[in-house]
């Protein structure tokens, strides 16, 4: 009998062990990210006056951003960079990825390859991004490469202070986020798949759409999700690149936290994070990575 009794105590100890072992992640993420979450709703609720915020509850701040051109153009602007960088990074991200994680044999070697596609983040990201301007200024290096070779007489003054050069910076900046989950991906297909599917007569082209890319797509989601948080998050490329010309969303709440209007600068940042829920939401949708990776 009372072994029948343990028997049956022991899938129950077994749970009450899991959720201790679950417990701290769980207070975790509780305190430091639910509770500020929550917090910064109810504070986009309070009444904002030119000198002073008060937890008198209103829309007023949410009316001001969906009322104002200003911000929602702030919206549309960051959503198009967004789009744009995601695109980039991928279309150079992945023939890298490619090289380096299936066409090169030499597991070193491809080592070394992925060291040095992060050797830019060994210096500080405000001189990544301000390194920029004199290779895009117009007496910058480009222009005078190109200006060299004969491709132009004059130079090209929208690479600086416009929406290309922040993009440009992005790109620069972020691609390697693409690289790496791609590049993983790939290194973990098997060759004898490959080699079994040219056996049978396949050309690249058919392997790459009917088997490398399937087989990486939970890379390329991981690398988009990467590259979106930061890039929907970003406001020093598009200050530092753009004379602050192009405003985002990071570069509205900078701006309303510096004014002392934390209920504005609240209303903003509860939309930010809507956005980056539903973009991570979606890309979540297209592969299950519990299962992929």
């Known amino acids: 009998m009372s072994a029948s009794v343990a028997a049956a105590d022991a899938p129950k100890a077994r749970r009450n062990n899991s959720w201790w072992l679950i417990a701290p992640g769980v207070i975790w993420m509780a305190l430091f990210l639910v509770a500020p979450i929550l917090l910064i709703i109810y504070v986009s609720f309070w009444t904002q006056t030119t000198f002073k915020i008060e937890p008198a509850l209103t829309l007023q701040s949410w009316?001001?951003?969906?009322?104002?051109?200003?911000?929602?153009?702030?919206?549309?602007?960051?959503?198009?960079?967004?789009?744009i960088v995601l695109v980039t990074t991928f279309v150079i991200g992945y023939p890298t990825a490619l090289f380096v994680g299936l066409f090169v044999k030499n597991k070193t070697l491809s080592t070394v390859l992925l060291v040095i596609c992060v050797i830019p983040f060994w210096t500080s990201f405000l001189i990544r991004v301000l390194a920029w301007r004199p290779m895009l200024g117009k007496e910058g290096a480009i222009?005078?490469?190109?200006?060299?070779?004969?491709?132009?007489?004059q130079p090209i003054e929208a690479l600086l202070f416009t929406e290309?050069?922040?993009?440009?910076?992005?790109?620069q900046i972020y691609v390697v986020f693409m690289v790496g989950p791609i590049a993983f991906m790939l290194g973990r297909i098997d060759p004898n798949i490959i080699e079994a599917a040219r056996d049978l007569g396949a050309g690249f082209s058919r392997i790459f759409w009917k088997i490398i890319f399937p087989l990486?797509?939970?890379?390329?989601?991981?690398?988009?999700?990467?590259?979106?948080v930061m890039v929907l998050g970003e406001f020093a490329t598009a200050a530092a690149l753009s004379g602050r010309k192009v405003n985002l969303l990071g570069n509205?709440?900078?701006?309303?936290?510096?004014s002392l209007k934390w209920a504005l600068a609240s209303v903003v940042g509860v939309i930010l994070t809507i956005v980056m829920g539903l973009v991570i939401a979606g890309f979540l949708r297209i592969v299950d990575l519990k299962r992929e990776l």
């Not at 190109?146 to 491709?151: A, D, N, T, Y």
């Open 143 to 153: 222009n005078i490469i190109l200006q060299k070779l004969g491709i132009i007489s």
């Open 63 to 83: 009316k001001t951003f969906f009322g104002s051109d200003t911000y929602l153009a702030s919206l549309w602007t960051t959503l198009r960079i967004w789009l």
């Open 216 to 228: 990486s797509l939970p890379g390329v989601v991981v690398g988009a999700i990467f590259v979106s």
């Open 164 to 171: 290309l050069s922040v993009v440009i910076g992005m790109t």
């Open 252 to 258: 509205i709440i900078v701006t309303q936290v510096g």
